[in-house]
RNA sequence: GGGCGAUUAGCUCAGUUGGUUAGAGCGUCUGGUUUACACCCAGAAGGUCAGCGGUUCGAGCCCGUUAUCGCCCACCA
């Protein structure tokens, strides 16, 4: 939203109701108006606080990697439905917004904007230089996303937006930090990560995807030196990787290959037995082989290399000429590959377990960039792919080469820069995470803190469960660097007294290195802290995760203790997607709980995930997201909130297909793989070039933006128009006429049917869509919404109440501020002006959490008709549900009379009756119907244009009549001068052939066990019907005799 | 390999604990310049609820199974 279209006037004009609803002059209006007031700020440590107490969200932090796309949207709409829903309901609320620094996903962004720009890497320009060009990026889009998420309405409190690295969440960090290295849960160890050569950083296990690449299969000769056997001159190993031998340091056989072998062949004939036809040839292929396998003898030579291993047998490592073990070991599975399997522990996850069993020699050959290392010998500076080729030529060279097989191999990529990884060995550091994962557990299963849906609480247990040390290191710059200093050749004495029982220092002797690791809660130690030693502060920075896992609690202050933290912590709930459950739901309660020892929030609420047209979930990383600015300024903000929460339900993830718009002649042109991401695209229809979202380049962005259209956001807007003109109406009917809530509340009793039975409905509606918004069943709760606006409130109480309001019109003076009641049709239209503009309000308090904006427009304006109503709808009274007007009976009374309209609606439109001919009907009915619907004559008259004749048990059917059967009642209207016989007839067969079909059912139903063993209600419910239908049947059997009558009389 | 979810009208999706004849929007068709709204109004057509089997008086819903699709986790010398 750019400056220029913001309106300072917020004084709205009654004269002036356009019948278009403009939702950008609403959007800049009112967002204006809500900040000067300051609705959203609570007030810091304020003593007036509400005595519902508290409610506070904080938001999912999105990161400074770029702008929002529709899954943000989603997020953000839901937790500002919900804000904005309890602060209505009175709850202190507060919605603390930010943003994350994003560490890896960040730098990596703006590195490689600096190489494809540059052509410099961060090495070129240096630490404190990247790390400002980080900041200038992160200004840009913190303020891009704040933009967006105020321009979709957000109701966040500005003025305390937080963003990870910031001072505030920096000495969080800190305490934090500190207090786990305090009580050993942080240690150093050697661990092998991935390493991503690319970005030259380890990422962790969940930032990794495979793919699927073409490679081969190399098997490897290694010479036997010791023992000298005849029959085993050397084993055969076989490798996806083999510049990896390099760093081998033993070959592996299976300690029992016959045993094992019998297993897996067991394993299989049980699987086969029980599988599916499909599964059935894969698996017998599978046993084929094994049996091949043991009939070659090769079990027999496994099994005398498992006897050598277990001798002492010493093994050649070509091309270093290295001596390394054979070793017995359960990892190599008799049934792959030839048996037997290189160990390079430095370089593969399971080598590296099978290393720590054997107590294997780990030797790292690799360096930080993927090239090779001094290790590697004669291949020391290759990169991996030229080290490879030539390990491959060389082995061929030197007879070792036996064989190469092609194959496809899954290879593992980093997320961030979809490079391949490479298992590699590094100093790391981690949290270890048995005691904080079982708090975390329990946390959840003992109901403290409820995950919902309540299936994803599996996930997080299962995860949880596993206790893996947190890697919390991080080889980066941009982060929260480690607060730890090492320092060598220093003794303990030293280190006592430097910092002399200070408690803001803990320190602890590294056993490896002999160094001492000195931790700081807040003081940068400098250099030459301790007296002729030298302290070096470690390079590394944490995990983003690390200070995203405070976010709960930093937000509000911790770790100091104020006003804030006490009143808002524990925060309501957390709105999240289910793809962090884990990374950080999961640490957020076990960092919560650890530092403030209660839990994060009372409840999670994980939402769908929004999916593009293909299936494939809108990511930044993907580049198929699509700016929610582009769907504001083409559909509105209102529109974009309803939509989305219309799509919000229980189980389904929402797949939002969006298409351009041309804007030149209106096509639409299908946002396809190839076109999603361009800055500018060619109408196919008019061949004109449009720009999108992506455009950046000058010549692109003066192009007409073709805007991002989808069916579900024109619905909405259709809405959000239809409720515009709801009040639209109400306002102009009423002028100038005030109407407060006093003169509301005199009327409210109104005895009239639609009177009784809309304040009923809104009362219904106002109790169920309570319910649906603090369940966070959205999508239910605005199903409801629209039906009552639409179908109740506008197709009927609009429509019924404007006979009673232009009566009014007749005779009344528009100046009188109150309903005297001089003359009956006053009083009488006072009734239905109140009740509208009471049902009204309360409609738009309902939608307000949903539709903030065109509420706000519509708010303001009955503000002018009483000036005792809240200053915003923002913080207007959430409806409470009068479950005095509920009432049943009048609902049901109230379809009877929906029913009869349709019907008669449906005899003007089925057999063409010009909508300006006024038709008459007749009703037979009993008496309690017939009372119920007389005085709605003329409603029948206004909606339907149809004129009653005749009520009751024994009414005089019209001549010439088309007659409808309906429940309980018989419709005929009199069809003089209009009526085709045979169209009759025939419309009629029809209708007996269906009423015959269910009373069928319906006998054969009530004829076997169900009359005995159903529930009373649900049998007499059915009886009923039956006779209902043989009534139906029975009226419409005597028209259609009649109308034969009256054909073959004519024939006469 | 383990787990989770989905399959309902031409399209996009609802459908609470099993209970009359399974709903909505869009699209289609018919008819409408009704002083709130054509971003509208009135009406209609359109479904073997993926297949098979079971439980039950009764299944879109519960159980088993098959097929197809999606997501998450683990593994692949």
Redesign the pocket.
Same mark, same amino acid.
């Not at 190993?237 to 990787?241: E, F, I, L, Q, S």
């Not at 048996?339 to 290189?342: A, E, L, Q, S």
């Not at 005995?1012 to 529930?1015: D, G, H, L």
């Given at each position: 939203m750019s400056d220029n279209i913001f309106v300072t006037n917020n004084n709205v004009d009654n004269q002036d109701l356009p019948?278009?609803?403009d939702p950008l002059v609403a959007q800049s209006r009112w967002s204006r108006y809500w900040d000067d007031l300051g609705l959203f700020q609570v007030g810091r440590n304020s003593i007036e606080r509400s005595v519902k107490g508290s409610f506070c969200v904080v938001i999912p932090p999105p990161n400074v990697t770029g702008a929002l796309h529709m899954g943000h949207a989603l997020n953000n709409t839901l937790q500002d439905i919900t804000v904005r829903m309890k602060r209505m309901q009175g709850y202190d609320t507060l919605w603390i917004p930010g943003v994350d620094h994003a560490g890896i996903a960040t730098q990596a962004v703006v590195e490689k904007r600096l190489f494809e720009e540059e052509k410099l890497t961060r090495h070129d320009i240096g630490r404190d230089a990247l790390v400002g060009r980080i900041w200038n990026w992160k200004e840009k889009y913190q303020t891009r996303i704040i933009e967006q998420l105020k321009g979709m309405g957000c109701s966040c409190d500005w003025s305390r937006t937080r963003f990870t690295l910031d001072e505030i969440c920096a000495k969080a960090v800190r305490y934090f930090f500190f207090n786990l290295f305090k009580q050993n849960l942080i240690y150093r160890g050697k661990r092998l990560v991935n390493w991503d050569t690319h970005l030259q950083t380890a990422v962790s296990? %969940?930032e990794v995807f495979?793919e699927t690449v073409d490679g081969n299969?190399w098997h490897i000769k290694y010479p036997i030196v010791e023992p000298k056997v005849d029959e085993f001159e050397f084993v055969i $190993?076989?490798?996806?990787?083999p510049e990896t031998m390099l760093g081998d340091t033993a070959v592996?056989v299976h300690p029992d290959p016959e045993n094992a072998i019998n297993k897996i062949h067991n394993d299989i004939k049980k699987r086969l037995e029980t599988a +599916?036809?499909?599964?059935k040839s894969d698996l017998q292929k599978e046993l084929d082989n094994i049996e091949s396998l043991k009939s070659s003898g090769q079990i027999e030579r496994l099994k005398k290399l498992a006897q050598l291993a277990k001798s002492g047998c010493k093994i050649k490592l070509p091309l270093s000429g290295r001596i390394i073990p054979l070793i017995a070991d359960a990892?190599?599975?008799p049934?792959? /590959?030839t048996?037997?399997?290189?160990i390079t522990p430095a370089h593969?996850?399971?080598d590296y377990e099978v290393g720590l069993r054997n107590d294997l020699p780990m030797i790292n050959i690799l360096n930080k960039d993927g090239t090779l290392n001094s290790a590697a010998g004669v291949y020391e500076g290759l990169t991996i792919k030229a080290a490879r080729e030539k390990v491959v030529s060389d082995l061929d060279a030197g007879g070792f080469l036996h064989l190469v097989e092609e194959r496809t191999?899954?290879l593992a990529h980093s997320d961030r820069s979809k490079t391949p990884i490479e298992p590699f060995l590094h100093d790391q550091w981690f949290v270890k995470m048995a005691s904080l994962a079982q708090t975390a557990i329990d946390t959840v299963k003992n109901g403290e803190v409820k995950i919902l849906p309540e299936?994803y609480t599996? /996930?997080y247990i299962?995860?949880l469960s596993e206790k893996r040390d947190w890697p919390i290191g991080r080889q980066l710059w941009w982060g929260h660097r480690i607060p730890i200093w090492s320092c060598k050749n220093v003794t303990k004495n030293e280190i006592e007294k430097t910092f002399n029982n200070r408690n803001d220092i803990s320190f602890i002797r590294d056993d490896e290195s002999g160094e001492w690791r000195i931790c700081s809660l807040e003081e940068d130690l400098p250099e030459d802290a301790i007296k002729d030693r030298q302290l070096v502060r470690e390079e590394d920075v944490l995990d983003t995760w690390f200070s995203s896992a405070l976010w709960t609690h930093s937000t509000l202050g911790w770790p100091d203790v104020c006003g804030d933290l006490e009143y808002y912590y524990p925060t309501g709930v957390l709105i999240t997607n289910?793809?962090i459950l884990t990374l950080w739901v999961a640490r957020m309660v076990l960092a919560g709980k650890f530092n403030t020892g209660k839990k994060p929030f009372h409840e999670v609420y994980i939402h769908p995930t929004i999916l593009d047209k293909y /299936?494939?979930?809108m990511s930044k990383s993907l580049g198929n997201g699509v700016d929610p600015i582009s769907v504001i300024t083409k559909f509105g903000a209102d529109a974009m909130r309803f939509g989305l929460a219309f799509?919000t339900?229980?189980?389904?993830?929402?797949?939002l $297909?969006l298409d351009f718009e041309c804007p030149y002649c209106g096509a639409v042109v299908e946002q396809t793989k190839k076109n999603r991401k361009l800055p500018k695209i060619q109408c196919p229809k008019c061949k004109k070039n449009f720009r999108t979202q992506w455009a950046e380049k000058d010549d692109d962005k003066n192009l007409p933006e073709g805007m991002m259209i989808n069916?579900?956001f &024109?619905?909405a807007?259709?809405f959000?128009?239809?409720l515009w003109?709801?009040a639209?109406?109400v306002l102009?009917?009423l002028g100038d006429k005030k109407i407060d809530s006093v003169t509301i509340n005199k009327n409210l009793g109104s005895e009239l049917l639609e009177d009784k039975w809309i304040l009923s409905r809104l009362a219904t509606v106002t109790r169920d869509v309570t319910q649906m918004f603090e369940t966070y069943h959205y999508?239910?709760a605005v199903?409801l919404l629209y039906d009552f606006a639409?179908d109740e409130f506008?197709?009927f109480y609009? &429509?019924m109440v404007?006979s009673r309001l232009s009566d009014n019109n007749d005779n009344n003076d528009n100046n009188s501020n109150n309903g005297n009641n001089d003359n009956g049709n006053n009083g009488q239209s006072l009734v239905a002006e109140s009740i509208l503009v009471y049902v009204l309000r309360n409609l738009i308090c309902l939608l307000h959490p949903v539709t903030p904006f065109v509420t706000e427009e519509i708010w303001q304006r009955l503000r002018k008709l009483d000036s005792n109503l809240a200053v915003s709808v923002a913080v207007a009274e959430w409806g409470i549900a009068d479950n005095s007007a509920v009432n049943v009976e009048i609902e049901e009374r109230f379809k009877i009379f929906q029913e009869l309209?349709?019907a008669i609606? %449906?005899v003007?439109? +089925?057999r063409?009756i010009?909508?300006k001919d006024e038709i008459k009907f007749a009703v037979k009915c009993n008496k309690t119907t017939a009372t119920l619907l007389k005085p709605m004559e003329k409603y029948f008259l206004t909606m339907a244009k149809a004129k009653a004749t005749e009520w009751g048990e024994s009414v005089e059917i019209p001549e010439f009549a088309a007659t409808t059967p309906l429940?309980g009642m018989d419709l005929y209207v009199d069809l003089s001068g209009v009526i085709n016989l045979n169209e009759e007839i025939k419309k009629l067969e029809k209708e007996i052939e269906k009423i015959k079909n269910?009373i069928t059912?319906?006998e054969k139903?009530l004829d /076997?066990?169900?009359i005995?063993?159903?529930?009373k209600q649900?049998v007499e419910?059915?009886q009923q +019907?039956l006779t209902d239908?043989k009534e139906q049947l029975n009226s419409a059997t005597n028209a259609i005799k009649k109308l034969i009558k009256i054909k073959s009389n004519q024939n006469l």
């Open positions: 019948k278009q609803y296990d %969940d495979y299969f $190993v076989a490798t996806t990787r592996a +599916s036809e499909k599964e990892w190599a599975k049934d792959k /590959g048996g037997c399997v290189k593969d996850p399971n191999i899954e299936r599996k /996930g299962d995860w289910r793809d /299936g494939e979930r799509l339900t229980e189980n389904q993830d929402i797949r $297909v069916e579900r &024109e619905v807007r259709n959000c128009n239809k003109n709801a639209r109406f102009l009917s999508a239910e199903r639409w506008c197709s609009l &429509e404007k309209l349709r609606r %449906d003007r439109a +089925s063409n010009p909508p429940t269910f059912a319906k139903k /076997g066990d169900f005995k063993k159903a529930p649900i419910k059915e +019907s239908l």
